[in-house]
């Protein structure tokens, strides 16, 4: 085990409370790499990455991330989550400002040179869908029997 990998675990999931989108950027490498599986999202540098912080930042109030469990080798790290936050703006398209979030995470980390390499994190897409309480467009259309 990698106590100094550990540490990074949770400097990044702590990073996710500070207002400040650096605290996240500076955690990677300078062509680090940032992917949220479940959105599609991929953010590769230091601009990037800062820019990914601010969006997820915009519309979470009091967002804090508790690490249930983490791990780290020198080379790859895990660690599952439990992310918290008050939703603001739109949920696709219909105005979820004030509704309470809660869901349940993965991460998995790759390090080099003593930051994060690589970060990548699953979740369940429905966590979300439930909390908000809005259908997405893309399924909007099915049929239902």
């Known amino acids: 085990m ?3 990998h550990v540490r990074l675990i949770a400097a990044i999931q702590a990073s996710w409370s500070d207002p400040d989108p650096e605290t996240f950027a ?3 490498t300078s062509d680090g790499l940032f992917e949220d599986k479940t959105y599609g999202i991929s953010a590769r540098g230091e601009d990037q990455l800062r820019a990914h912080a601010r969006r997820v930042k915009k519309h979470a109030v009091g967002l804090e991330v508790d690490i249930l469990t983490s791990d780290a080798t020198e080379r790859t790290g895990v660690a599952e989550w439990r992310l918290s936050h008050i939703f603001t703006g739109n949920f696709d398209g219909v105005d979820c400002t004030g509704k309470p979030i809660q869901i349940q995470g993965l991460s998995l ?3 080099a040179a003593g930051k994060i390499a690589r970060a990548t994190d699953y979740w369940n897409y429905m966590e979300i ?3 908000v309480g809005v259908l997405p467009r893309e ?3 099915f049929r239902t029997s």
């Open 2 to 4: 990698s106590e100094a």
């Open 139 to 141: 399924l909007r259309g």
């Open 109 to 111: 980390y790759e390090f």
């Open 129 to 131: 869908v439930r909390c």
């Open 26 to 28: 500076s955690l990677f």
